[in-house]
């Protein structure tokens, strides 16, 4: 075997395990927050939220039923079923804990009571006291006898000590909820929560468990007039993950296609069109195997890039194949043709796409990253394969022929018709914009969602039935010790208080009563401590005062708790299943890691003042809405800095290339154009400038850019004669213009709304990038130039003749 | 944003230790009704009410029940005074403006707009709240019919209320009534923990004069909490 066979070989084996191995780590990262600026302090604190009280491993299970006894049943049957399955299903929760084990609630009380002031503690010792014991069992008594709130009378039989009247007037805790995670008011909706047997490794397991979850959800409920909705954390990871895969290939293979058809209709051969999909796919491989070797996880955005960069990517073979047809000399001269071209074009997009890591934005980062990096390899891809393999295709068997659109790109009547189209078309769509403005912002989370979405469907049916807190803002404060986050919450309490008298806010609900005190659960322990002792004393009291010994059940279990804790570590937190699962949305106490959660009605139209005012370390006051808000107002300047920097590197790069001011001044005014005809299209259509449309701006600039830059370059090398030129280049403009629109266009079938409006906006701009480039462009260049139409009709008689 | 519920709704269960399952519900026919809408027909007749009546509440967690003597005024159409002790240590005054719970002893007084006046225990008012807006629709739509059994004059009706937030805490509602005089004799609300609390109502009077002084309570010097 010859040695360069041994390097063939050894170098095919080296791709092939670097293509397996970056593709082996392709995995998803379906937070959308991953997509916006980290300094946000909103989509911190929603990450955090996300992070630590979303429970990833929890799936929220609903239950619509025509009657409300149907609704219990079914509830329990749920249950029932995934008990069966504890290999899928560590707990399934169809009603609260304490309700299955009322004693298990007593630990959970005792927490809250010694982490009371002193003070009210040292209250509760004296009515246990036996001076006054017989005097507080008495009091209890005529409450029983005259309270009007069931409440009352129902806690205070079972607490005649009043142990906790103090967590009731503290916190409000204990008063006036009527309502329930579990019910509707009117019982005809349901929730069992289920918690995965273990973590989850990554989507696909996911995937794989909700799908099984469901089945065993379906047959349990079989026959029956219910209605079931799976939300929660799983369901959207598998929801949106299996979605952004499906997105990825669905709009890639639709690129291919749409190439494909346009490559027909334009050459009418296979076997050129077979070797560039071919490349294309090479690209797509190499791209991704790369991307998956050194980018982190895809965003639901950087899923978008296979089509982007498909339809980037392919210009290069059109170009490349467009010369090859009337290139004399060989396969390098046909590469150094090519090249000068593709260079600048590369050039300009790749740096546009990798500028996009000068954002904030994390999401549309990595996108740059992986259509930077695909375009560079598709550039390689083309110049280094396909180029010998068009001239090859050239040379031996395989019949080249030029385009079936040549002679329409080489007509005037065709240049002509095209022009006032497009002076048509340019026309419309500044007439719009003035006439009815800019197209509307939406910022909104809708935006960053899927479009039709199950999981989202559930979700706001349950907030519909249960309880709607969207309009609530979230306080989650963090810290290093439980003390921090402790100094924290007093602090907030405050300023808090000082934030409803000011009109800020409506109301507040603390996280401080559940979160331990270590100075006051020492001090509150110890002064409990001697209650044990009389335990046998206080129930003969109880029992003399009226009392069953069922009344003194609560009495005994906090004071055995307190007795349990006398040696525990401090600072003690409850950890029995009903107390971890009241817990569970409020507090988290890894090490390192202490976050308690709080919520803030803010008076409508305060809510991103009220967030600033406590935007401080480890604060954070967030809601989906406040985080829209943010967007709004930071988004847009963002978008111009890196625009005006993308421009500006664009601007410095063509200045080397063309060296000509006119030249610099052409392109900057045809892409101002063609940005405000976006606008203006976008507003005939209805649709809404967002975090994504705006991303698409940068995207335009670096792809849609390409055109004016080829026909520049055309009308530099040809000596500014701009029939030449568009008769060299406007077909290859076309169908650059036209695969890259239907690359992006692909993604307007996307799940995400986000990915979609990028997918439309991109094409929509590209579109009107390329009819200006192709048929304003040229006459602008004449216009600038001082070639008026009696030269350019005697030009055209020479070339005719 | 993900579901969060409230610390309220996670907390909303705390109050009742030990419920137990709620037996079948037995079904009624329209026939059955027939007590039922003659009562609520005769009561469109009614202008006023006043009543006395005992109240027993039997707690699981008291070794015996409590027994308190009470006194209600009913003036249509929103005007009411129930008065729980003999001297009163509950009162609680209707108006079309809203429900004032009084606690004459502690000097302190509650007062709650009428929206969230429906938020007082039904059983502990007597007869102040009743199911349905006054007709038999309102009624059914409000509460499902258990059983309805006549003996004598009396009629006794068991039900519970539609309301499944309600209804889940509690067992049955018994209520008797005189199908003659259209007055009430008794309301008993049993909870699933095997609580109780019943209305025993004597010396009846319906559509006599009751002055307005009735529906007013000088509240000065207490302290009075609005919601």
């Not at chain 1, 930071?634 to 978008?639: A, F, K, L, V």
């Not at chain 2, 015996?64 to 249509?76: D, M, N, Y």
């Given at each position: 075997?010859?040695r360069?066979?041994?390097?063939?070989?050894l170098?095919?084996?080296?791709?092939?395990?670097?293509?397996?191995?970056?593709?082996?780590?392709?995995?998803?990262?379906?937070?959308?927050?991953?997509?916006?600026?980290?300094?946000?302090?909103?989509?911190?604190?929603?990450?955090?939220?996300?992070?630590?009280?979303?429970?990833?491993?929890?799936?929220?299970?609903?239950?619509?039923?025509?009657?409300?006894?149907?609704?219990?049943?079914?509830?329990?049957?749920?249950?029932?079923?995934?008990?069966?399955?504890?290999?899928?299903?560590?707990?399934?929760?169809?009603?609260?804990?304490?309700e299955?084990?009322?004693?298990?609630?007593?630990?959970f009380?005792?927490?809250?009571?010694?982490?009371?002031?002193?003070?009210?503690?040292?209250?509760?010792?004296?009515?246990?006291?036996p001076?006054?014991?017989?005097?507080?069992?008495?009091?209890?008594?005529?409450t029983?006898?005259?309270?009007?709130?069931?409440?009352?009378?129902?806690?205070?039989?079972?607490?005649?000590?009043?142990?906790?009247?103090?967590?009731?007037?503290?916190?409000?805790?204990?008063?006036?909820?009527?309502?329930?995670?579990?019910?509707?008011?009117?019982?005809?909706?349901?929730?069992?929560?289920?918690?995965?047997?273990?973590?989850?490794?990554?989507?696909?397991?996911?995937?794989?468990?909700?799908?099984?979850?469901?089945?065993?959800?379906?047959a349990?409920?079989?026959?029956?007039?219910?209605?079931?909705?799976?939300?929660?954390?799983?369901?959207?990871?598998?929801?949106?993950?299996?979605?952004?895969?499906?997105?990825?290939?669905?709009?890639?293979?639709?690129?291919?296609?749409?190439?494909?058809?346009?490559?027909?209709?334009?050459?009418?051969?296979?076997?050129p069109?077979?070797?560039?999909?071919?490349?294309?796919?090479l690209?797509?491989?190499?791209?991704?195997?790369?991307?998956?070797?050194?980018?982190?996880?895809?965003?639901?955005?950087?899923?978008?890039?296979?089509?982007?960069?498909?339809?980037?990517?392919?210009?290069?073979?059109?170009?490349?194949?467009?010369?090859?047809?009337?290139?004399?000399?060989?396969?390098?001269?046909?590469?150094?043709?090519?090249?000068?071209?593709?260079?600048?074009?590369?050039?300009?997009?790749?740096?546009?796409?990798f500028?996009?890591n000068?954002?904030?934005?994390?999401?549309?980062?990595?996108?740059?990253?992986?259509?930077?990096?695909?375009?560079?390899?598709?550039?390689?891809?083309?110049?280094?394969?396909?180029?010998?393999?068009?001239?090859?295709?050239?040379?031996?068997?395989?019949?080249?022929?030029?385009?079936?659109?040549?002679?329409l790109?080489?007509?005037?009547?065709?240049?002509?018709?095209?022009?006032?189209?497009?002076?048509?078309?340019?026309?419309?769509?500044?007439?719009?914009?003035?006439?009815?403005?800019?197209?509307?912002?939406?910022?909104?989370?809708s935006?960053f969602?899927?479009?039709?979405?199950?999981?989202q469907?559930?979700l706001?049916?349950?907030?519909?039935?249960l309880?709607d807190?969207?309009?609530?803002l979230?306080?989650?404060?963090?810290?290093?010790?439980?003390?921090?986050?402790?100094?924290?919450?007093?602090d907030?309490?405050?300023?808090?208080?000082?934030?409803?008298?000011?009109?800020?806010?409506?109301?507040?609900?603390?996280?401080?009563?559940?979160?331990?005190?270590?100075?006051?659960?020492?001090?509150?322990?110890?002064?409990?401590a001697?209650?044990?002792?009389?335990?046998?004393?206080?129930?003969?009291?109880?029992?003399e005062?009226?009392?069953?010994?069922?009344?003194?059940?609560?009495?005994?279990a906090?004071?055995?708790?307190?007795?349990?804790?006398?040696?525990?570590?401090?600072?003690?937190?409850?950890?029995?299943?009903?107390?971890?699962?009241?817990?569970?949305?409020?507090?988290?106490?890894?090490?390192?890691?202490?976050?308690?959660?709080?919520?803030?009605e803010?008076?409508?139209?305060?809510?991103?003042?009220?967030?600033?005012?406590?935007e401080d370390?480890?604060?954070?006051?967030?809601?989906?809405?406040?985080?829209?808000?943010e967007?709004?107002?930071?988004?847009?300047?963002?978008?111009v800095?890196?625009?005006?920097?993308?421009?500006?590197?664009?601007?410095?790069?063509?200045?080397?290339?063309?060296?000509?001011?006119?030249?610099?001044l052409?392109?900057?005014?045809t892409?101002?154009?063609?940005?405000?005809?976006?606008?203006?299209?976008?507003?005939l259509?209805?649709?809404?400038?967002?975090?994504?449309?705006?991303?698409?701006?940068?995207?335009?600039?670096?792809?849609?850019?390409d055109?004016?830059?080829?026909?520049?370059?055309?009308?530099?090398?040809?000596?500014?004669?701009?029939?030449?030129?568009?008769?060299?280049?406007?077909?290859?403009?076309?169908?650059?213009?036209?695969?890259?629109?239907?690359?992006?266009?692909?993604?307007?079938?996307?799940?995400?709304?986000?990915?979609?409006?990028?997918?439309?906006?991109?094409?929509?701009?590209?579109?009107?990038?390329?009819?200006?480039?192709?048929?304003?462009?040229?006459?602008?260049?004449?216009l600038?130039?001082?070639?008026?139409?009696?030269?350019?009709?005697?030009?055209?008689?020479?070339?005719?003749? | 944003?993900?579901?969060?519920?409230s610390?309220?709704?996670v907390?909303?269960?705390?109050?009742?230790?030990a419920?137990?399952?709620?037996?079948?519900?037995?079904?009624?026919?329209t026939?059955?009704?027939?007590?039922?809408?003659?009562?609520?027909a005769?009561?469109?007749?009614?202008?006023?009410?006043?009543?006395?009546?005992?109240?027993t509440?039997?707690?699981?967690?008291?070794?015996?029940?409590?027994k308190?003597?009470?006194?209600?005024?009913?003036?249509?159409?929103?005007?009411?005074?129930?008065?729980?002790?003999?001297?009163?240590?509950?009162?609680?005054?209707?108006?079309?403006?809203?429900?004032?719970?009084?606690?004459?002893?502690?000097?302190?007084?509650?007062?709650?707009?009428?929206?969230?006046?429906?938020?007082t225990?039904?059983?502990?008012?007597?007869?102040?709240?009743?199911?349905?807006?006054?007709?038999?629709?309102?009624?059914?739509?409000?509460?499902?019919?258990?059983?309805?059994?006549?003996?004598?004059?009396?009629?006794?009706?068991?039900?519970?209320?539609?309301d499944?937030?309600?209804?889940?805490?509690?067992s049955?509602?018994?209520?008797?009534?005189?199908?003659?005089?259209?007055?009430?004799?008794?309301?008993?609300?049993?909870?699933?923990?095997?609580?109780?609390?019943?209305?025993?109502?004597?010396?009846?009077?319906?559509?006599?004069?009751?002055?307005?002084?009735?529906?007013?309570?000088?509240?000065?010097?207490?302290?009075?909490?609005?919601?």
């Amino acid at each position: 075997m010859s040695r360069a066979k041994v390097l063939w070989i050894l170098a095919g084996v080296l791709a092939l395990g670097y293509v397996v191995a970056g593709l082996s780590r392709i995995s998803f990262n379906v937070d959308i927050l991953r997509l916006l600026p980290s300094h946000l302090h909103q989509v911190g604190g929603l990450s955090l939220f996300l992070k630590n009280f979303a429970l990833p491993n929890e799936l929220i299970v609903t239950i619509d039923a025509p009657d409300s006894e149907s609704a219990e049943v079914a509830a329990g049957k749920l249950a029932a079923a995934f008990a069966g399955h504890p290999e899928l299903v560590k707990a399934a929760v169809a009603r609260p804990p304490w309700e299955t084990d009322p004693a298990s609630l007593s630990e959970f009380l005792t927490f809250l009571m010694i982490n009371q002031p002193v003070p009210t503690v040292a209250g509760l010792l004296t009515n246990l006291d036996p001076a006054n014991s017989a005097v507080t069992l008495r009091t209890s008594m005529e409450t029983l006898e005259t309270s009007l709130s069931p409440q009352e009378i129902a806690l205070r039989g079972y607490d005649p000590f009043g142990l906790t009247t103090p967590l009731a007037s503290e916190s409000g805790l204990l008063g006036g909820a009527q309502k329930s995670e579990f019910s509707s008011g009117d019982g005809l909706f349901r929730v069992v929560y289920l918690e995965a047997a273990r973590p989850f490794a990554n989507y696909k397991e996911i995937a794989k468990w909700l799908a099984e979850v469901q089945k065993i959800a379906t047959a349990a409920v079989a026959g029956t007039p219910i209605t079931l909705g799976f939300t929660g954390e799983p369901a959207f990871v598998a929801e949106i993950s299996t979605g952004m895969e499906w997105d990825m290939a669905t709009s890639a293979f639709a690129t291919l296609v749409l190439i494909s058809l346009i490559f027909w209709l334009c050459y009418g051969q296979v076997a050129p069109l077979r070797w560039l999909m071919a490349m294309l796919l090479l690209t797509f491989v190499f791209s991704l195997a790369t991307a998956g070797l050194f980018l982190n996880e895809l965003t639901v955005i950087g899923a978008g890039f296979a089509s982007v960069m498909i339809g980037l990517s392919v210009d290069y073979g059109y170009l490349i194949y467009q010369q090859s047809l009337r290139h004399q000399g060989s396969v390098g001269g046909l590469q150094w043709q090519c090249l000068q071209n593709i260079a600048w074009t590369s050039t300009t997009t790749a740096a546009a796409f990798f500028a996009l890591n000068l954002s904030s934005l994390p999401g549309l980062s990595q996108l740059g990253s992986m259509v930077g990096l695909g375009v560079c390899i598709g550039a390689l891809v083309m110049l280094g394969v396909f180029a010998p393999l068009a001239m090859r295709m050239r040379h031996g068997d395989v019949r080249t022929v030029p385009s079936r659109l040549d002679p329409l790109f080489a007509s005037r009547r065709f240049a002509v018709i095209g022009t006032w189209f497009t002076v048509g078309m340019v026309v419309i769509l500044l007439a719009t914009l003035v006439i009815r403005g800019f197209p509307a912002a939406d910022f909104s989370a809708s935006t960053f969602r899927a479009r039709h979405s199950g999981s989202q469907s559930a979700l706001e049916n349950l907030y519909r039935k249960l309880s709607d807190d969207r309009g609530l803002l979230s306080l989650i404060v963090s810290g290093r010790s439980e003390s921090e986050v402790l100094t924290r919450l007093r602090d907030i309490r405050s300023r808090m208080d000082t934030a409803i008298e000011k009109g800020d806010a409506v109301s507040f609900l603390s996280p401080l009563p559940m979160w331990p005190d270590v100075e006051r659960q020492k001090l509150n322990l110890a002064a409990l401590a001697p209650v044990e002792a009389r335990l046998p004393e206080l129930k003969s009291a109880v029992l003399e005062a009226g009392f069953t010994e069922e009344a003194f059940g609560l009495t005994r279990a906090v004071i055995g708790q307190v007795a349990a804790w006398q040696s525990a570590d401090l600072p003690v937190w409850p950890e029995n299943p009903t107390s971890r699962w009241i817990l569970r949305r409020m507090a988290r106490h890894e090490d390192g890691n202490y976050l308690a959660l709080g919520m803030v009605e803010p008076v409508p139209g305060r809510e991103l003042a009220l967030s600033k005012a406590f935007e401080d370390d480890g604060v954070y006051l967030v809601s989906w809405g406040a985080l829209g808000e943010e967007l709004r107002r930071t988004m847009p300047r963002e978008i111009v800095q890196v625009s005006l920097g993308l421009l500006g590197a664009i601007l410095l790069i063509l200045s080397i290339g063309l060296r000509s001011a006119r030249a610099i001044l052409l392109f900057a005014v045809t892409t101002a154009l063609v940005l405000v005809c976006l606008a203006g299209a976008m507003s005939l259509l209805g649709m809404t400038w967002g975090f994504f449309n705006l991303a698409a701006v940068l995207l335009l600039l670096g792809t849609g850019t390409d055109y004016s830059i080829l026909l520049l370059l055309a009308l530099r090398r040809n000596g500014g004669d701009t029939d030449a030129a568009r008769r060299k280049l406007g077909l290859v403009i076309f169908l650059c213009c036209t695969s890259a629109a239907a690359g992006f266009g692909s993604l307007g079938w996307a799940g995400n709304s986000g990915l979609a409006a990028l997918g439309k906006t991109c094409a929509l701009g590209l579109l009107i990038d390329g009819l200006i480039s192709l048929f304003l462009l040229p006459r602008a260049w004449d216009l600038i130039h001082g070639e008026w139409a009696f030269t350019r009709w005697i030009r055209r008689k020479q070339f005719d003749s | 944003m993900r579901y969060f519920p409230s610390f309220q709704l996670v907390l909303s269960g705390i109050l009742l230790f030990a419920l137990t399952e709620l037996d079948a519900a037995s079904q009624t026919t329209t026939d059955d009704l027939v007590p039922i809408r003659a009562w609520i027909a005769k009561q469109a007749q009614v202008r006023s009410v006043s009543a006395r009546f005992t109240q027993t509440r039997a707690l699981r967690t008291l070794r015996s029940p409590i027994k308190t003597e009470g006194q209600l005024w009913f003036k249509a159409p929103e005007w009411f005074r129930w008065e729980l002790g003999d001297p009163a240590k509950t009162i609680v005054l209707g108006t079309p403006d809203g429900v004032t719970v009084i606690h004459p002893a502690a000097r302190r007084a509650e007062r709650k707009p009428m929206d969230k006046a429906g938020a007082t225990p039904d059983a502990a008012l007597g007869m102040m709240r009743f199911p349905g807006g006054g007709s038999m629709e309102d009624f059914v739509r409000e509460v499902q019919v258990l059983s309805v059994r006549t003996v004598g004059s009396q009629c006794h009706v068991e039900m519970l209320p539609r309301d499944a937030q309600a209804a889940r805490r509690l067992s049955v509602i018994k209520w008797a009534f005189d199908m003659d005089s259209g007055h009430w004799i008794s309301l008993e609300i049993i909870t699933r923990e095997g609580s109780s609390i019943r209305n025993d109502f004597y010396d009846v009077e319906t559509n006599g004069k009751i002055d307005k002084g009735v529906f007013t309570f000088d509240l000065s010097g207490f302290r009075i909490s609005d919601e």
